[in-house]
């Protein structure tokens, strides 16, 4: 209360301070007494209104205060159970992370296993027999469909690459000792047939119903029936008997049919000359020819021999003493090329000795063509013929692209096939080039051989000449 006594009578001072600084009009019309009083009853109804004010929260504190205990006692439980959650939110993450682990790691197994799943059908499919399409196409089909309809990893597409793996472990069982079913094939002149194929092991053969062909099946290009290469003899009687009989015997082929294949394949030389086409035979002609003009000039060198004569001294002394006729007879027996050429040398012996061996050179120059004649045939055709190799393959290799172009490159056996003809050609210009090359070689050493045997011949003939009239001179 002394307090309040004092803050009132602060009060009351102040509001009358005031009132003498702001109203200096109304303190000359009002008791200043009355002007106090009024504050003070004033204060008075505000120390009230203060006091109720506190007993107000005073009574009401309390239920407050339990109020925000009760509360707080809920956060506190409200935080232990926010705790207890958060801790099963851990441990349900965890859980849930190993669970995405183990499922990631089925899903990988699976695709793993759909994947040798898959990679066995294919080597399944790759496996089979040209023939056994015929027979295992029609089961295979729906089940590559299923699979790609359901997707690969699904439950369906794993029990359809089963459903295939079984099928190839009862193909298996049943290729140990052979097996044979209906089919069809085509023989080389392109009908197809109707008859009983047997598969054993690795090769299939064919007997048709009306027991006329028998062979062996192999894969033909752009045909979906399998080739059959007819066989005759004791192995058409093996495959007519089979099955008559509870023991049997089959022709066996270790080479699985490419020894046959390859064969054929080479055919003779007509069919080899023939894939040569225009310029093939172009090249065969400039070789026959090269080959007729060699033997002409091996004819013409036996008939032209020459060697210098052993009578060389003879017939020059004799025609130094002028006895022409015992020259003339001594030059009779020497070769004919050879005649000529001493035959004017001695009828020069009283000249020059220079006019001499140039009469003598004349008739060698003379000679000297027949020597070579056909021989630039020669050279020709040994360099022209790889080069007309070579412009036939360029024409094949374009019919070779432009069938490429026009029908594709899905079958490279044909594609290599055209490469193989295109490259005729090119075999038969170095077939023919390389002998004639030889050849030429062969002859040109030969004529010059000639020429300078007869040079040689002149030369010799010349000094003795030389050195009997120096002798008589003397």
């Known amino acids: ?26 303190a000359q019309e009002k008791d200043i007494a009355a002007l106090a009083d009024e504050m003070e009853r004033r204060l008075e109804e505000s120390l009230a209104s203060y006091k109720a004010l506190q007993e107000s929260i005073a009574a009401e504190k309390v239920p407050i205060i339990e109020r925000i205990n009760l509360l707080e006692n809920q956060a506190i439980e409200m935080r232990a159970n926010l705790q207890a959650f958060d801790l099963r939110e851990k441990k349900e993450l965890e859980d849930l992370k190993g669970k995405q682990l183990l499922s990631r790691d089925l899903r990988t197994q699976n695709d793993y296993v759909s994947g040798l799943f898959a990679q066995y059908l294919n080597t399944f499919e790759s496996r089979l027999h040209v023939a056994e399409d015929q027979l295992y196409s029609a089961q295979l089909t729906p089940i590559r469909e299923a699979i790609e309809l359901a997707g690969t990893g699904t439950q369906e597409a ?6 295939a793996v079984e099928m190839s472990l009862d193909r298996l069982d049943r290729l140990m000792g052979g097996y044979s079913f209906e089919g069809q094939a085509v023989d080389p002149t392109g009908e197809i047939l109707n008859g009983d194929i047997l598969v054993f092991g690795p090769v299939a053969f064919f007997r048709d119903h009306s027991d006329k062909s028998f062979g062996v099946l192999n894969l033909r290009p752009g045909a979906l029936e399998p080739a059959l290469t007819p066989l005759d003899g004791e192995f058409a009687g093996a495959l007519r008997n089979y099955g008559d ?8 082929d270790a080479s699985l049919g490419k020894a046959i294949s390859l064969k054929n394949a080479s055919g003779n030389w007509r069919d080899h000359l023939e894939q040569g086409g225009p310029v093939g035979y172009a090249i065969l002609g400039m070789g026959a020819l090269a080959l007729f003009l060699a033997f002409v000039k091996i004819a013409d060198f036996n008939a032209l021999s020459v060697s210098i004569p052993p009578n060389l001294a003879s017939i020059a002394r004799a025609a130094v003493a002028g006895d022409a006729e015992k020259a003339k007879g001594d030059i009779a027996s020497c070769k004919a090329w050879m005649r000529e050429m001493l035959t004017e040398g001695a009828s020069h012996v009283k000249e020059d000795r220079e006019l001499m061996e140039d009469h003598m050179i004349s008739v060698i120059l003379h000679q000297k063509p027949r020597l070579e004649r056909f021989l630039p045939w020669l050279a020709v055709t040994a360099a022209a013929t790889p080069l007309m190799g070579l412009l036939g393959t360029v024409v094949g290799m374009i019919k070779t692209f432009t069938l490429i172009t026009i029908f594709g490159s899905g079958d490279p056996k044909a594609l290599s096939s055209g490469i193989s003809e295109a490259l005729v050609t090119t075999e038969l210009g170095l077939v023919v080039a390389i002998p004639t090359l030889i050849v030429h070689g062969a002859l040109l ?3 010059k051989k000639r020429i300078n045997a007869m040079e040689l011949a002149a030369t010799e003939f010349s000094k003795i000449v030389n050195k009997l009239s120096a002798q008589t001179e003397g």
């Open 158 to 163: 794993r029990e359809k690459r089963t459903e």
């Open 1 to 26: 209360m002394r307090v309040y006594s004092s803050i009132r009578t602060s009060c009351l001072w102040a509001l009358a301070l005031g009132s003498v600084l702001v109203c200096p009009l109304q």
């Open 245 to 252: 009989s509870g023991t049997y015997s089959l022709p066996l």
């Open 445 to 447: 050493r030969l004529a």
